[in-house]
């Protein structure tokens, strides 16, 4: 709890509560501010005032206790009087010494006052919080040779610090605002001294390094709106959201900032998740407006003219932030001093080098930000055996049960889509994860909402696919955007899944895109979860080397209408925290363990094949890959190339190669022009006159348009879209003739080619 006197709930109850600090004699023995701790952890305060009644005089009013709460001083304040002004603490201390200190530190409560009086810093703060400074407390300050204000890691300590660096402005010689490097989220002064003390710092090393901060942090002063200074009042204004913990964070072109929305959970829970929204200009300004200070000059006429004869003087006062500087910060073609924030999380996931990141705050090393993260079971283990692991992965296996995957491999691709999510915040890519059903009602949708809620707290976000590839790129570019951690693409079986958009959306670690409505595209870093459900799912082209097949087959007509005695979606909202450690309990277990027997690299997903699936395989798991030879023989235009190759090479009767042919030429070649009976045909006659009939059929299904016209031209380009593919160990080959100024194709036989024949044989 705050250390605020405003927030201070007396209503609460102190039953089991201890008493760890008391407060009075720094105050002057006017209040007694006392901290507790309660049976959960938590701390809270209270502060009293002490009873300044005599012995007489208390007995005659009746107001015996020796301390009493605001709201009951206040009740009695015809007997008691005027509630007293409490000094600073330590304020008489404070006053003696300032004249000759370099520097007066002003903490953010008690606790580091006395941690700064332990280092030999000592210092002051104010009883009812730094939101609530006073003026009586500026004028004790006052003349003070330097004023040192330590910042709280969060948005009320930056609001205090703020207020009093503004009040103390021009009153002392100097003021800071102290920043300490490396402090977590919500730390203070005693923290970052109790880490130190955990590294083995000694008291006189911490002091000289805070001193050392002291000396190295810029003066503060309010931003002075003025024409002419832009440049200055931008590169300040920049300096400050970083240095007053704003929450601004750039992403691609644009400047953002994280927004919360809230969804119910299990038995009226609630999980809270957050977007990465672009800011405008008027919501820039208000962010600054809470973090910094704009004055302007102001010429105030004096009643009569001075002996230098001027007739106003100039004063400062404040104002609104400007709107140019905002619109400035925001324009694009700019180098942003702000941070670069790869996406917003909740949920704990491991850093590239195994390290679990749960602290929340922004992430350095990862470019992460993570609020409110979820909090690991206390019990985890630090250093996971493979005994772990193989508990863990039980727990994992086990929300699966009812689930009917078509093979070993299917299921396990589905722990792969429950783990990888957790993962996905920092690997470059992952493969996107498809389920398939052989009819509605068979659990595709369910499934991945049990992998979304382990991930995010929430059942997975969906996204219809439309009509049309194009339709469904259109929806699929606001979630990209927005940094979405897991997208659901439901019901995606009117098309296959194919096509440059896919198979960047899912591999590339930044994305170009543009938001429906807008002009100009903006490049984000791309840490999203993709999933796809529907029935009868095909995958075509360059994605099914990006996609895991998760295909479920069941042998029932109405499957919806099956029971189960397991909720595997109640137990993981029940306990999600658990899960969550499950999965990286699988992985560092595996990273410890020296990665042993890790599978071959599998193209631009190095990370998840490392980590994911290499840990399944460790495990005694089928390799999820596999799935994806299961898609390749859904993929029609794969099919069709192969037949094509196939007849090809068979009325070829070749060893090492075809003839060369131009695209015409095969046109005329395949045609099947015999105005026979079959029937009536020589054996080997008939055999010629299949050949030619399947190559007819082939050339045609393989090399039409989408008018099902076979032509020279179309065949030409259906070529040259496939030029060098390699399919059953024949390689399709294209080579320039200049005696005919035109290309010709062929076909050479991988398995009986030499270094001769201008292949590369693998070794």
């Known amino acids: 709890m705050s250390n605020n006197f405003n927030d201070e709930d007396h209503s609460s109850s102190l039953d089991g509560a201890t008493i760890e600090a008391v407060y009075s004699e720094e105050y002057g023995n006017i209040i007694e501010k006392v901290k507790y701790r309660l049976p959960n952890g938590d701390k809270t305060f209270r502060t009293y005032f002490l009873n300044p009644l005599k012995f007489d005089e208390r007995q005659s009013s009746k107001l015996t206790q020796e301390r009493f709460i605001r709201d009951v001083w206040l009740q009695n304040d015809d007997i008691l009087g005027e509630l007293p002004k409490v000094p600073l603490f330590r304020q008489a201390?404070?006053?003696?010494?300032?004249?000759?200190?370099?520097?007066?530190?002003?903490?953010?409560?008690?606790?580091?006052?006395?941690?700064?009086?332990?280092?030999?810093?000592?210092?002051?703060?104010?009883?009812?919080?730094?939101?609530?400074?006073?003026?009586?407390?500026?004028?004790?300050l006052k003349g003070a040779n330097g004023l040192a204000i330590f910042q709280d890691e969060d948005e009320k300590g930056v609001e205090a610090a703020v207020k009093i660096a503004?009040?103390?402005?021009?009153?002392?010689?100097?003021v800071k605002i102290i920043r300490l490097p490396g402090l977590r989220h919500k730390g203070d002064l005693r923290d970052w001294y109790n880490d130190h003390?955990?590294?083995?710092?000694?008291?006189?090393?911490?002091?000289?390094?805070?001193?050392?901060?002291?000396?190295k942090t810029k003066r503060w002063s309010p931003v002075v709106v003025a024409d002419g200074q832009l440049v200055s009042m931008i590169d300040r204004a920049e300096h400050e959201l970083v240095e007053r913990l704003a929450g601004v964070y750039q992403r691609g072109n644009q400047l953002v900032k994280a927004v919360k929305s809230e969804t119910p959970t299990f038995k009226g829970g609630k999980t809270k998740s957050y977007k990465l929204l672009p800011m405008s200009a008027d919501s820039l300004r208000e962010t600054m407006g809470r973090c910094m200070v704009f004055q302007k000059v102001k010429h105030v006429k004096l009643p009569e003219k001075a002996a230098d004869g001027s007739t106003t003087v100039k004063t400062y006062v404040s104002t609104n932030p400007p709107r140019d500087v905002a619109q400035t910060l925001l324009s694009s073609g700019r180098a942003s001093k702000l941070p670069e924030v790869a996406g917003v999380i909740s949920c704990p996931t491991l850093r590239p080098d195994g390290s679990v990141l749960d602290r929340e705050g922004y992430d350095l090393a990862t470019g992460l930000l993570v609020l409110e993260p979820l909090s690991l079971p206390s019990d985890m283990a630090m250093k996971p055996t493979k005994q772990d692991a193989e508990a863990a992965i039980a727990k994992l296996d086990k929300l699966l049960d009812g689930f009917p995957f078509k093979s070993d491999a299917d299921r396990s691709s589905a722990l792969s889509l429950l783990m990888t999510p957790v993962l996905r915040p920092c690997m470059e890519a992952a493969p996107l994860h498809a389920i398939s059903a052989n009819g509605a009602g068979v659990g595709k949708s369910y499934l991945a909402d049990i992998a979304a809620t382990i991930a995010t707290g929430e059942r997975a976000p969906v996204t219809s696919s439309g009509w049309s590839v194009e339709e469904m790129e259109k929806r699929l570019t606001g979630p990209l955007l927005d940094g979405s951690p897991f997208i659901t693409l439901d019901n995606l079986d009117k098309f296959p899944i194919a096509g440059d958009f896919f198979c960047q959306a899912?591999?590339?670690?930044?994305?170009?895109?543009?938001?429906l409505g807008t002009t100009g595209n903006r490049e984000?870093?791309?840490?999203?979860?993709?999933?796809?459900?529907?029935?009868?799912?095909?995958?075509?082209?360059?994605?099914?080397?990006?996609?895991?097949?998760?295909?479920?087959?069941v042998n029932e007509e109405r499957p919806e209408l099956r029971k189960f005695d397991f909720d595997p979606l109640a137990e993981v909202m029940k306990d999600r925290a658990s899960y969550v450690s499950a999965v990286l309990t699988i992985v560092r277990a595996y990273i410890l363990a020296g990665r042993p027997a890790k599978s071959d690299p599998l193209g631009s997903f190095g990370a998840w094949s490392d980590n994911v699936r290499s840990a399944l395989v460790w495990l005694g798991k089928a390799d999820p890959i596999k799935t994806m030879e299961e898609a390749r023989k859904g993929d029609d235009s794969l099919n069709l190339f192969a037949e094509f190759m196939s007849a090809w090479w068979a009325c070829a009767s070749a060893t090492k190669e075809t003839a060369k042919h131009r695209s015409v030429d095969l046109l005329k070649e395949f045609k099947n022009d015999w105005n026979v009976d079959r029937a009536k045909l020589p054996e080997e006659a008939r055999k010629l006159f299949d050949l030619k009939e399947r190559a007819q059929e082939a050339l045609h299904a393989f090399g039409s348009n989408a008018r099902d016209q076979l032509t020279a031209i179309g065949l030409g380009k259906a070529l040259k879209k496939h030029n060098g593919a390699v399919v059953n160990k024949m390689k399709l080959m294209s080579e320039f003739d200049s005696q005919r100024n035109v290309w010709v194709w062929y076909i050479k036989n991988i398995e009986q080619a030499t270094e001769d024949d201008g292949l590369k044989i693998a070794a």
């Open 93 to 140: 201390e404070i006053e003696a010494a300032k004249a000759d200190a370099d520097f007066i530190p002003v903490y953010e409560g008690e606790e580091d006052a006395r941690i700064g009086g332990l280092i030999g810093l000592p210092g002051t703060t104010n009883f009812d919080g730094g939101g609530q400074w006073a003026a009586r407390y500026t004028e004790a």
């Open 166 to 174: 503004e009040e103390m402005f021009g009153k002392v010689g100097w």
């Open 197 to 215: 003390k955990a590294l083995g710092w000694k008291d006189e090393e911490i002091r000289a390094e805070i001193i050392s901060i002291i000396k």
């Open 506 to 515: 899912v591999e590339r670690p930044r994305l170009s895109l543009r938001a």
């Open 524 to 553: 984000i870093l791309n840490r999203s979860f993709m999933c796809a459900t529907g029935i009868g799912v095909t995958i075509n082209g360059d994605m099914l080397r990006r996609t895991l097949l998760i295909s479920l087959d």
